[in-house]
Nanobody
Framework: QVRLVESGGGSVQAGGSLRLSCAASGVTLDYYAIGWLRQAPGKKREGVACISSSDGSTYYIDSVKGRFTISRDKTKKMVYLQMNSLNIEDAAEYYC?????????????????????WGQGTQVTVSS
């Protein structure tokens, strides 16, 4: 059974940083691309980053490029999202999710429908 558990959320002032972690169990990361998605109140859940298993290729939505970095440690079954220069618009519940494909879908990685397994989420709050 695939299980994903996020951690690392919290409250931070605008301009600050957080690192989110996703611990995977019941699955080897060799066979799954992993994404980080977020959902703010009243908004649709959107993918912000994805990392492919096959070659480590990474994908980001425009609003986080240059600020967020997704990475993985296959031996530890961990995926991370380093978030720098956080702003108010980044505040949301963040989820890690796995897709049963070794590669992120480049054109649709931001679409929640691409993902098959989900964690429970971790809250990120950004204050001005």
């Amino acid at each position: 059974q695939v299980r994903l558990v996020e951690s690392g959320g919290g409250s931070v002032q605008a301009g600050g940083s957080l690192r989110l972690s996703c611990a995977a169990s019941g699955v080897t990361l060799d066979y799954y691309a992993i994404g980080w998605l977020r959902q703010a109140p009243g908004k649709k859940r959107e993918g912000v980053a994805c990392i492919s298993s096959s070659d480590g290729s990474t994908y980001y939505i425009d609003s986080v490029k240059g600020r967020f970095t997704i990475s993985r440690d296959k031996t530890k079954k961990m995926v991370y999202l380093q978030m720098n220069s956080l702003n108010i618009e980044d505040a949301a519940e963040y989820y890690c999710a796995a897709t049963i494909d070794t590669d992120c879908p480049p054109a649709t990685f931001h679409n929640e429908d691409e993902y098959d397994y989900w964690g429970q989420g971790t809250q990120v709050t950004v204050s001005s």
